[in-house]
């Protein structure tokens, strides 16, 4: 009876943390008691979240508690410690079949807890390193010593006789400073594994704001293009109505003449049948005397008040209409039809990944290669096409080219056939000196003598100038040297979405840079040439 009162009350002034007889014990605000440096080394480890709770009941406050010294349980313990009593380890303290035994502990085995034990002057000089179950593993299995070296050579773990024996020209180091080693080469991984994280998050982010730009831009695209569109329908039956409108009040004033003057012929009609049931009365008389007296005061037939010309015009009415209207219907088919190819084409280079990075070597820019051809239709007349409307020859006879308001109309300039968007590449090979390589909106003004007309003096090209020595490259009149190797060739790179037109010269054996721009091209590109001197020639290349 006596000896279950003891275990009773060491259970009573035990603490639950370090599982021993109370020190400066303390009561927390739910009751319970611990040592003073037990609790607070539990609550500093909780600092780090903000709240503190009680180890037992798990109460949590939001606030670190005033701890409160119990004195009754500290006269209680010191009554206590006089029977030289010790508190008893609880059941959940004492070490389980997967669990590490403490190796001081006499009878029942505790879980590891070295902590009881410093005192012990074995113990004082030793490093404390978390308790392992598996320390056989550290034992070198042939000469059963502590593996306490590293072998650089063979790269494993090896005790001090290995060293001096299987491992003796070996490159050795202290397994201590080969885990420093690997520990800083870890810390460098960990840090480049970060920030490879931190850089992937903030594309993520950009991709997600991507998104929501796509989204919103495509929305926007569409409410547009709806409200243009609804414009567009208002319009033309605006435009349906002003000519139904106009054609009802043609025929209404049409039709008010045609009944004035069949009421007039119908009036006319019977006046003449009046007129001639007179003349048949008259010559139906018997007496001479009589008609011959009436014949006398006959009057004269009046004039017709009709003409001729109605019974034999064509019938024409409003054909001349429908036959305009179809005009305009087909010229906005046309309208549309290109149009929709334009703006389905426009769609199709919408791109939201992210920015391929440019080409390199020629091989890289010959996977953009463009196929393009020349357009008789711009061509200034003084310009000879040959090859198939690639190469272009400047000639002082003018050719025999008909009149068209896309030709240039004074300077020797021409232009692609075909559109350029997207990723793209050519080459022009010059021969001669002279000539201008270019890339141009379609709307360049193409009639006159004004700079307009000239590639790189306006907003709306950008050009290259090859001479025998040495490049200029123009926009916007303004000029600006080129330094690079002169070749015969010159290459010209273009990412329509990214803003990107690059100038290189070609030879055999390299691809240099020229000029690079970047912009904001706005609408699609054609090729362009200029070939100022009579006898030089540009060919745009066959790349394929």
């Known amino acids: 009876m006596e000896q279950q009162e003891n275990h009773l009350n060491r259970e009573r002034f035990s603490c639950l943390i370090c599982v021993d007889l109370l020190k400066d014990p303390v009561t927390t605000g739910c009751g319970h008691s611990y040592c003073k440096s037990c609790v607070n080394t539990h609550w500093d480890k909780e600092e780090e979240r903000g709240s503190y709770s009680c180890p037992q009941c798990r109460q949590t406050f939001t606030s670190r508690p005033v701890l409160e010294t119990s004195t009754m349980l500290a006269a209680a313990l010191e009554e206590l410690k006089k029977t030289g009593l010790q508190a008893a380890p609880a059941d959940h303290c004492y070490a389980g079949l997967e669990d590490v035994a403490c190796d001081v502990c006499t009878g029942r085995k505790r879980k590891s807890h070295l902590q009881p034990h410093l005192q012990s002057a074995a113990f004082k000089k030793h490093k404390l390193v978390e308790p392992s179950g598996k320390l056989q593993e550290n034992i070198c299995s042939r000469h059963d010593e502590v593996m306490k070296m590293f072998c650089l050579t063979d790269q494993q773990c090896i005790c001090y006789v290995c060293s001096v024996v299987e491992h003796k020209d070996h490159d050795t180091v202290s397994a201590a400073a080969e885990r420093t080693e690997r520990q800083r080469e870890l810390g460098l991984r960990r840090q480049t594994i970060q920030q490879r994280v931190q850089d992937t998050e903030k594309d993520v982010k950009l991709l997600q704001q991507e998104e929501e730009a796509v989204n919103g831009s495509a929305d926007k695209a569409v409410e547009d293009s709806e409200e243009i569109f609804t414009d567009l329908i208002r319009l033309l039956e605006k435009r349906s109505s002003d000519v139904e409108q106009q054609i009802r009040s043609q025929q209404e004033t049409e039709v008010s003449r045609v009944r004035e003057l069949q009421e007039r012929l119908e009036q006319e009609i019977s006046e003449l049948k009046r007129k001639d049931h007179e003349l048949k009365q008259l010559s139906d008389t018997e007496d001479h005397n009589q008609l011959l007296h009436n014949y006398l005061s006959l009057s004269a037939l009046s004039e017709s008040t009709h003409s001729s010309s109605i019974r034999i015009r064509p019938l024409r009415n409003f054909e001349d209409v429908t036959a305009a209207v179809s005009q305009v219907e087909g010229r ?53 096409l040959s090859k198939g409307n690639r190469k272009v020859t400047s000639l002082r006879e003018h050719q025999s080219y008909s009149i068209n308001p896309d030709r240039f109309t004074v300077w020797a300039l021409v232009l692609s056939r075909e559109s350029l968007t997207g990723r793209c590449y050519w080459e022009v090979e010059v021969g001669g000196g002279g000539v201008e390589v270019a890339v141009t909106y379609k709307n360049i003004r193409r009639a006159g003598r004004s700079p307009q007309c000239q590639f790189g003096s306006n907003n709306n090209s950008w050009s290259l100038y090859c001479g025998r020595y040495s490049y200029y490259f123009h926009y916007k009149s303004i000029q600006t040297r080129v330094s690079g190797p002169v070749s015969s060739r010159v290459g010209v790179y273009l990412d329509h979405r990214a803003g990107v037109l690059s100038f290189y010269s070609i030879s055999d054996t390299m691809t240099r840079l020229l000029h690079r721009v970047q912009t904001t091209f706005t609408q699609p590109l054609y090729s362009g040439v200029w070939v100022y001197n009579y006898g030089s020639t540009a060919e745009l290349c066959k790349l394929k």
Not at 357 to 374: C, H, N, V
């Open 332 to 384: 906005l088919q046309d309208i549309l039809s290109e149009t929709e190819t334009q703006i389905l084409q426009i769609v199709s280079q919408v791109d939201v990944l992210l920015r391929q990075p440019e080409p390199e070597t020629r091989a890289d820019f010959l996977k953009y290669s463009q196929e393009i051809t020349l357009d008789p239709n711009t061509a200034y007349r003084g310009l000879l």
